[in-house]
Nanobody, 121 residues
């Protein structure tokens, strides 16, 4: 069974920083893509940032220059460093990953349970 577990959410003031982490655990052969999505109240879930196993990154325009996604490949872990936070960054942040489980023929997509990020003065 594969699980994605997020940590690091919480509250920050405008202009502040938070760091999210996501660990993929279980019987895993490999992790291809890892990424973060977010969903604000009353809005659809949207892409924040992704990072491929070869290191290629992709960011939403709204977070470019403020957020940095990174990976620890040997630990199946991804981090999202969020700087210059704004109230509009308030949302539940979900980790997402394309994982090759042990015994599987192809990769499968998994979601974490989500972690709340609130930016408010």
């Amino acid at each position: 069974q594969v699980q994605l577990v997020e940590s690091g959410g919480g509250m920050a003031q405008p202009g502040g920083s938070l760091r999210l982490s996501c660990v993929a655990s279980g019987n895993i052969v490999g992790v291809i893509n890892m990424g973060w999505y977010r969903q604000a109240p009353g809005k659809e879930r949207e892409l924040v940032a992704t990072i491929h196993t070869v290191g290629t990154t992709n960011y939403a325009d709204s977070v470019k220059g403020r957020f940095i996604i990174s990976r620890e490949y040997g630990k199946n872990t991804a981090h999202l460093q969020m700087n210059s936070l704004q109230p509009e960054d308030t949302a539940i942040y979900y980790c997402n990953a394309d994982v090759i489980p042990s015994g599987a023929i192809k990769q499968k997509n998994f979601w974490g349970q989500g972690t709340q990020v609130t930016v408010s003065s």
